[in-house]
């Protein structure tokens, strides 16, 4: 994603550091970018940069500092940046839903956040942090982001209930009155290059279609889904980032938020907008599912978006095929996909 700034109301910001963690990564990349098109670029990146390619993202954002996450946390903790740091936006995490390693998810979801939100809360931080649709399992109990359900659910994976447990330390002790959760759904798009087996059906499915001129799907092992029917609130990152932005402005927001469309989608839906946007006929192969996922699979999400209507967020999400369309042309059929079509308007 490349800048093309808009505004730059100064009003809605102190203009001290704001602190995005896991900001080198595919959310906090992108939300970088939204800050930068509305002129604000005093960002502390906060991220592990490893051996991956997530570098990349951050070559046209504008930010003032990077700061690997360990360094973070020790400096955080021994006060050296308390007169530097406004808000915190922690989206860092492991997002792998494979990961079997507990104790380093741990170590690095639960643990880590809850460091960051106790030196937010004794300073009186703002704290936005990324939750998780997965932590709603299988949807038997609904997907209502209402904090007196979240006793009740039971996360399918190790991932999942890492990030469920920081939502259950913030609600038992009071803390949800006073920081804003995120629990975003199926968020694909630009910059989530990096990411392995962890990238969006969406982008498997590009590659697919262009390299093999199919796409695989998983059969279904649930009688109530037909192959190819199992369904997903499928969220383009350019939304997320937005409502991202919308709940961080409007500062009297406290609670947990479904981040979502509010409309489930099947992934027969989505290989046919793929496609689509490559002037393709539809050519589905249904494949079986790996058996060591398949009591762990979400057969369907669809997020219930009433409270963040209710927050004043008004604006229509984008249309599953409109962002497949979007994220095909203007980024992964461009010669360099991270600096994608936007490189000409900035």
Not at 63 to 75: G, L, N, Q, V
Not at 98 to 103: V, Y
């Amino acid at each position: 994603m490349q800048q093309n700034i808009e505004r730059a109301p100064s009003f809605l910001y102190n203009w001290g550091m704001l602190v995005i963690t896991g900001s080198a990564g595919f959310l906090g990349s992108a939300l970088v970018w939204g800050f930068n098109k509305r002129g604000f670029e005093e960002i502390l990146i906060v991220d592990s940069l490893g051996k991956e390619e997530k570098w990349r993202n951050l070559r046209n954002l504008r930010f003032s500092d990077f700061m690997d996450k360990e360094e973070f946390i020790e400096r955080l903790e021994k006060g050296e940046l308390d007169s530097k740091i406004e808000d915190v936006i922690h989206l860092g995490a492991c997002s792998d839903t494979m990961e079997k390693d507990a104790d380093f998810l741990i170590r690095n979801n639960y643990q880590y956040s809850k460091r960051v939100a106790i030196w937010c809360l004794k300073r009186g931080k703002r704290l936005l942090y990324a939750s998780s649709a997965a932590t709603y399992g299988d949807g038997s109990r609904g997907f209502l982001d209402d904090h007196s359900l979240l006793l009740y659910l039971k996360p399918l994976n190790m991932y999942a209930y890492s990030k469920h447990l920081f939502d259950l330390w913030a609600y038992r002790n009071g803390f949800l009155d006073k920081m804003v959760g995120l629990k975003y759904f199926n968020v694909f798009g630009p910059n989530e290059y990096h990411k392995g087996e962890m990238r969006s059906v969406v982008h498997k499915a590009f590659q697919q279609a262009q390299g093999e001129g199919k796409i695989r799907l998983f059969k279904s092992h649930n009688p109530n889904f037909a192959d190819g029917w199992q369904m997903r609130d499928f969220l383009y990152v350019k939304d997320a980032v937005d409502i991202t932005l919308f709940l961080y402005e409007k500062k009297d927001v406290v609670g947990i938020y479904n981040v979502g469309t509010g409309k489930a989608r099947s992934f027969y839906d989505l290989a046919t907008a793929v496609f689509k946007a490559l002037g393709k006929e539809p050519n589905v192969e249904f494949i079986d599912m790996p058996s060591e996922i398949r009591d762990k699979y979400q057969y369907w999400t669809q997020a219930d978006i009433r409270k963040l209507r209710s927050a004043g967020y008004e604006k229509e999400m984008t249309s599953l095929e409109d962002a497949i369309e979007d994220y095909i042309h203007n980024y992964l059929l461009q010669p360099d996909p991270y600096l994608g079509n936007e490189r000409e308007r900035s």
